[in-house]
């Protein structure tokens, strides 16, 4: 968690505001506590003043009598000193600092400062450049000659105890800011998160009312933000699935129609014929009996073949189908399905003449076989069944990890219009002019490039023409890669 950069965002945005406030704590403590609670002390001469009032022949017993009248009202304590720097009075006492240094004042009741860098405060406070805390200590010269100065000191002694007051004051101050600082970045964070999650509930709102669209707008790549973008890939996601349900069903809904119109004109020779059976049997001829037993037949077969595709179709077409997925050895399906499809075109009278072209080694793909088998199946069949004498089926491997199976006819070939169409939903019936007389459907094409695309794989028909630019028949190409699995999505 520490690594993350939303939380060394927040945590450096929080101990920033937080110590900017405890800072703005302590100087306003400080200016509060500067404010002055006691009296100022009075000027330096008023002091020197009230000693010569006092006994103007006998300094000393003046200067003691001040310091009886200060005890315990003020915190000072005078000297008496002559001009040579001896300490008269209180007897035995040194001077705290070196009268050499001391540039002595002149004239009467003039005053220096013992300690020049010393600022003035009454109030007692920590030492600062080695010197007693409190205000400056002062000489000041008496009236009269010799020189005589007074000593004005500050008595350590008296060292008031600091209010409670105050005490509660600094902790309080010290507390409060940073309650301010926490709770000012606590709003911080709150109005980013609330911002977020605002955005975060009208992209959802948008999804709910169906705008697929609706899309995080992200500004900045930390942990929310990348949250935000794989959110959108999903959405993303779900918009592409959504959009293929979408044209799957509207798919389904047109075969539906296209089936359910087209269905109506078998059903009801079928009726008709079945009825002409019922109530003629007595009257009808043998072969106007087997005529109507033979075109039935070939009705139900339409039936029956219709159903199949329909069921191939729609589990090979579902979003998210599975098929069972195995190594399939593709030339041998190939070669087996071109032989059934020989087999039955001699069974029907119909004499096709065969060409293969396969590699000499069998080649396997990843896959289905029974789907593969299915497309095998659908495209000979429509080769043969336009066929006039000969049907060519090779395969190779390209360059490009691909194995293409080429089928062609020598039949008529194909319009525009169904090389246009080839592989898109849309059932036709027709009844063939062939031996077989057999009735065909539009799926094949759509099975067969819905199956190559499931392998991953794709369908290319054309015309085959001659040297003069004649169609001399119908070309169908499948290309499927080698390897492959089955795509789990289409």
């Known amino acids: 968690m520490l690594i993350k950069f939303l939380f060394k965002k927040h945590y450096l945005i929080t101990t920033g505001v937080v110590f ?9 403590n400080g200016i509060m506590r ?11 001469d008023f002091f020197a003043k009230i000693i010569d009032r006092l006994d103007l022949k006998n300094r000393v017993n003046a200067t003691k009598e001040l310091n009886e009248l200060v005890a315990g009202n003020f915190p000072l304590e005078f000297s ?7 300490v008269l009075y209180p007897p035995g006492a040194e001077l705290p600092f070196d009268w050499s240094k001391i540039k002595l ?18 109030m007692p406070g920590p030492p600062h450049l080695g010197r007693p805390p409190g205000p400056p200590r002062k000489i000041v010269r008496l009236r009269g000659i010799p020189a005589q100065y007074i000593f004005i000191d500050f008595d350590k002694t008296f060292m008031p105890k600091p209010p409670l007051s105050g005490l509660l004051f600094s902790i309080g101050s010290l507390v409060g800011s940073i309650l301010i600082g926490v709770g000012l970045s606590f709003l911080l964070l709150f109005r980013t998160l609330n911002r977020q999650i605002r955005s975060a509930d009208f992209v959802l709102g948008e999804l709910q009312r169906g705008n697929l669209k609706a899309r995080f707008p992200v500004k900045r790549m930390d942990e929310i933000g990348q949250a935000m973008n794989r959110f959108n890939l999903m959405a993303d996601e779900i918009e592409r699935l959504v959009e293929r349900l979408r044209n799957t069903e509207s798919a389904r809904m047109n075969l ?30 043998e072969e106007l009996h087997a005529e109507l037993i033979g075109l039935a037949q070939k009705e139900v077969g339409y039936f029956e073949r219709l159903v199949e595709d329909l069921l191939v179709l729609a589990l090979a077409d579902e979003p998210r189908y599975r098929a069972s997925q195995q190594e399939v050895p593709i030339i041998d399906l190939l070669d087996t399905e071109t032989d059934g499809i020989v087999q039955q075109q001699q069974f029907v009278g119909k004499n096709i003449r065969v060409s293969k072209d396969f590699p000499a080694h069998d080649i396997e793909i990843f896959g289905n076989d029974h789907l593969l088998c299915r497309m095998f199946r659908n495209a000979l069949e429509n080769a043969f069944s336009f066929a006039k004498s000969e049907v060519t089926v090779s395969a190779s491997v390209t360059s490009d990890a691909e194995i293409s199976i080429t089928i062609c006819d020598d039949g008529p070939g194909m319009s525009g219009d169904v090389i246009k169409s080839y592989g898109t939903r849309r059932i ?45 028949g119908a070309s169908v190409t499948i ?10 999505e289409r």
């Open 20 to 28: 900017l406030f405890v800072v703005l704590g302590f100087f306003f």
């Open 34 to 44: 500067s404010f002055p609670k006691h009296p100022a002390m009075e000027t330096p």
């Open 80 to 86: 008496l000193i002559d001009g040579s720097g001896a």
């Open 105 to 122: 004042p002149y004239g009467a009741y003039e005053s220096v400062s013992v300690d020049e860098k010393r600022q003035p405060k009454f």
């Open 256 to 285: 539906l129609q296209e089936l359910a119109h087209d269905l109506r004109t078998p059903i009801a020779s079928l009726r008709t014929m079945l009825d002409t059976i019922s109530t003629k049997h007595q009257t009808m001829t």
């Open 428 to 472: 036709t019936r027709s009844i063939e002019t062939s031996g077989a007389g057999r009735v065909s459907i539009g799926l094949g094409s759509v099975i067969l490039k819905t199956i190559a695309g499931l392998h991953g794989g794709s369908v290319h028909v054309c015309n085959r023409l001659d040297g003069v630019g004649l169609v001399v």
């Open 479 to 488: 290309t499927l890669p080698l390897g492959c699995r089955l795509s789990l």
